[in-house]
Structure formats: C-alpha cells, structure tokens
C-alpha cells in the first residue's frame, strides 16, 4: 500500500497546501512532507484522522493507496480515486 500517494491525492482534490492539510490534521507540515514523500509511513492514528477529517470511507482510501495490479495504469487508478473523492466531497457540502 502507498498511503503516501492516498494523501497526495486527497490533499490535491481539497486544493489544500501541506501546511493548510497540517492545520486540519493537527500535525506538523514536516510530518505531512514527510510521509508524502516516503520518508515517514502514515500511521494508523493519522490515517484514521484523514478519513474523519475528509470522510472518506475505508475502502476509497485502500483503493486510492492500491499499488496493485488492476488492469489499470498507476496514473489512471490515481484518477479514478481523486474522480472517486471529487464526488464525494460534492455530496458531502
């Protein structure tokens, strides 16, 4: 699983800087940088924080984290998720 492209992808379709996305998770924007950059593994507490946060439901962000063979390309199952989480988020104002 790579949460740190669920977390890219997330905080992209919200149009949120590291900072701003910091600010909601109460965490530091280092720990936001680090973990999309793989340097740091995004811990259950944060992960669980995130899907709160943006309500996203267990199996988009496993979907969104898939490193998986699907059939589809790694950019289109990034598309697919951040489609996925647009619809969302419109449904959810």
Do not use: H, W
């Not at 910091?22 to 793989?38: F, G, P, T």
Request: proline share 2%.
């Amino acid at each position: 699983m790579n949460y740190s492209k669920a977390l890219k992808i997330i905080r992209a379709t919200n149009n949120l800087t590291q900072q701003e996305l910091a600010n909601r998770l109460c965490v530091s924007k280092s720990l936001i940088s680090r973990v999309e950059s793989k340097e740091r593994a995004l811990s259950p507490q944060l992960q669980s924080k995130l899907q709160k946060e943006f309500r996203i439901p267990k199996d988009l962000m496993l979907l969104l984290a898939s490193d998986k063979e699907s059939g589809l390309s790694s950019q289109d199952r990034s598309d697919f998720g951040a489609l996925l989480l647009k619809t969302l988020f419109s449904t959810n104002s």
